[in-house]
């Protein structure tokens, strides 16, 4: 399994961007697609998943704020952020994760930059 991430980039507070998350190869052991973000000298931090039957859950700090969205094949996982604040600074990464080994894969990241 391979994942790219991209649509990352510099925007204002209150502004929004959409990142994308492209998967490829054998997707049929996923139980989920999921964004990670880790901003630097911070822990990594979850924002949001979708299981292979639809359910979504969102971190409470982007409830409201963030939507995700993706085919059935399970082959992408986009990220509709609006309503930027600064603290959503981070690298942004897709995460899939699996019923068999390896049970997490991660795709690289792509930064995201809020600031004025």
């Known amino acids: 399994v391979q994942l790219q991430a991209s649509g990352g980039g510099l925007v204002q507070p209150g502004g929004s961007l959409k990142l994308s998350c492209a998967a490829s190869g054998d997707m049929s052991n996923t139980i989920s697609l999921n964004w990670y973000r880790q901003d630097s000298g911070k822990p990594r931090e979850f924002v949001a998943s979708?299981?292979?039957?639809?359910?979504?859950e969102y971190a409470d700090s982007v409830k409201g704020r963030f939507t995700i969205s993706g085919d059935n094949a399970k082959t992408t996982l986009d990220l509709q952020m609006n309503r930027l604040r600064q603290e959503d600074t981070a690298v942004y990464y897709c995460v899939v994760q699996r019923r068999i080994v390896p049970y997490t894969v991660w795709g690289q990241g792509t930064q995201v930059t809020v600031s004025s």
């Open positions: 979708r299981t292979t039957d639809g359910t979504i």
